[in-house]
């Protein structure tokens, strides 16, 4: 009986990043130790050059729309790789290469804060955004898009109330577009409690 050779380049799909190439991106690369567990790899292996290795954030990923299904699939989309390198199990050897700078750190902003920046919106039609960590939107800093409020540009019309509140996904570090409207609220106190809610550290996907 002959048995299959095992496909040495078999590409795997999206998967936790191996744990010696996080602490390569810890001790080497300096990537602070809460966020080198948020990225995702997809491998390529190859048995004489060690495995191909692509990192990318997911919630990034899907905030442009792209669906990572593997190493060569990324081929396409660049934008989304954050390094790129190869590593092998038996040397213990990772070499990473940095390929699009991601903005991992942000302010948080505490309940008063936000308050204070919704209560300056002074323009119709002016907005201010607050990055979140909860929610069904994807991308930025927190991973979970940003909440919007904006100054209500039909207020004081009838019916109208001062504010306008939406969720979107960010890219980078701005959000997509307006996003989709929430509610609306002539209350920036009861806004800045419901924006604080998600507006925290990063959390494990």
């Known amino acids: 009986m002959f048995w299959k050779k095992k496909d040495e380049g078999a590409e795997k799909g999206p998967q936790n990043v191996p744990g010696m190439v996080q602490q390569y991106l810890i001790n080497d690369l300096k990537i602070d130790p809460d966020f080198a567990p948020l990225l995702k790899a997809v491998v390529h292996r190859d048995g004489e050059a060690g495995h191909l290795i692509r990192l990318y954030d997911e919630s990034d990923a899907a905030a442009r729309k792209v669906i990572v299904q593997n190493y060569s699939g990324l081929n396409q989309h660049p934008e989304v790789v954050v390094y790129e390198g190869t ?34 919106l002074t323009q119709p039609g002016s907005t201010v955004f607050f990055y979140q960590a909860r ?48 509610w609306n609220s002539d209350k920036p106190k009861e806004i800045a409690k419901w924006v604080i809610q998600g507006h925290h550290k990063r959390l494990y996907s």
């Open 87 to 120: 590593f092998d199990e038996a040397s213990k050897k990772v070499e990473l290469t940095e390929k699009n700078k991601f903005n991992w750190t942000t302010t948080i902003f505490s309940e008063a804060e936000i308050l204070s920046k919704i209560e300056g």
């Open 135 to 182: 929610g069904a939107n994807n991308g930025g800093p927190l991973g979970k898009g940003c909440n919007i409020i904006e100054l209500n540009p039909q207020y004081p019309g009838k019916g109208q109330r001062k504010y306008n509140i939406y969720t979107a996904d960010v890219v980078g570090t701005q959000p997509v577009d307006k996003g989709q409207r929430l």
